[in-house]
């Protein structure tokens, strides 16, 4: 029998909400943390989190005002010393990304969780993660630290100094990450940590996985490379890189991962 349609007229659509509070506009796709929308701050609720797009079917969380005031008291929460002031000035002079302070505390943390005695370093700087891995590390714990760039290698030098590390407290390597790590021990780091050339982050996570023991780990500092990594429009090559990074960290079966929303970003994974 052929289907045929009801005899009776369709309900009427219902109306549409023009309240502009029960409507916000929809978040641009384009990024997950809009910085300049302020609709998603009409209904917040007491986690930071606005649920108003959930109420309209969308699967995205927005970041309220009070996240990311919350997101910048925990970046300054461990006050930092004379010396990383000092570290941290040089690099300001040179044109230098310096860990953030959060950033820095999150890298003592997972130094001490990990009981680090020896740690790796790609990108030494000016010495300002430096410090805070060498504070979170055992007392008679070694850094290993790799930079092409000889000046900075003395200022950081010069930073562990003003910090009150003993000069065998840390190795300074001049060279390029991919030239100096296939020269260190295989499983003997408790972390490594990459803040070199983006460009090579699939090389660091290989080479750092040989690197560390069963229980080490490893971080990435800046992996949301200033919230490129979200945008989708079009990126350099390095944020690219990075995407692969985060996805091949996250799948691999040799790590426990974890990305963690300090400074810009810190890509850690413990090595199973
Ligand atoms: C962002 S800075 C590191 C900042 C430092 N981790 C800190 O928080 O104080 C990046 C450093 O990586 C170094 N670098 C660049 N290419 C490198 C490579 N291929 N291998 C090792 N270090 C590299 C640069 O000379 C620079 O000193």
Request: glycine share 8%; net charge neutral.
């Amino acid at each position: 029998m052929a289907w045929s349609a009801p005899a009776s007229a369709p309900a009427p659509a219902p109306a549409r909400r023009t309240d502009p509070s029960l409507d916000p506009r929809p978040i641009p796709r384009r990024s997950l943390i809009p910085l300049n929308d302020r609709s998603h701050q009409q209904v917040p609720d007491g986690n930071g989190y606005s649920h108003a797009q959930a109420t309209r079917g969308h699967k995205e969380r927005v970041i309220t005002g009070n996240r990311l005031t919350s997101w910048a008291f925990a970046d300054a929460f461990v006050a930092e010393d004379d010396a990383l002031r000092w570290a941290r000035d040089r690099a300001r002079e040179a044109g230098l990304r310096s860990v953030s302070p959060g950033t820095g505390a999150a890298l003592r943390v997972l130094a001490a969780t990990v009981d680090a005695k020896a740690v790796a370093e790609i990108g030494t700087g000016t010495g300002v993660s430096g410090i805070h891995l060498l504070h979170g590390m055992r007392p008679d714990g070694v850094l290993t630290t790799v930079d092409p760039e000889p000046e900075h290698q003395q200022f950081a030098r010069q930073a562990f100094r003003v910090a009150g590390f003993a000069s065998n407290r840390a190795r300074f390597i001049p060279g390029h990450a991919l030239d100096v790590l296939p020269r260190l021990a295989d499983s003997g780091y408790d972390l490594v940590f990459c803040d070199g050339d983006r460009l090579e982050s699939l090389d660091y996570l290989a080479e750092s996985l040989r690197l560390l023991r069963p229980g080490g780990l490893v971080a990435f500092e800046g992996v949301f490379a200033s919230g490129r990594t979200v945008d989708s429009g079009p990126q350099p090559t390095e944020v690219i890189r990075l995407r692969e990074l985060l996805r091949a960290v996250r799948e691999s079966p040799e790590l426990v991962p974890s990305l963690l929303p300090v400074g810009d970003g810190l890509l850690c994974a413990v090595k199973r």
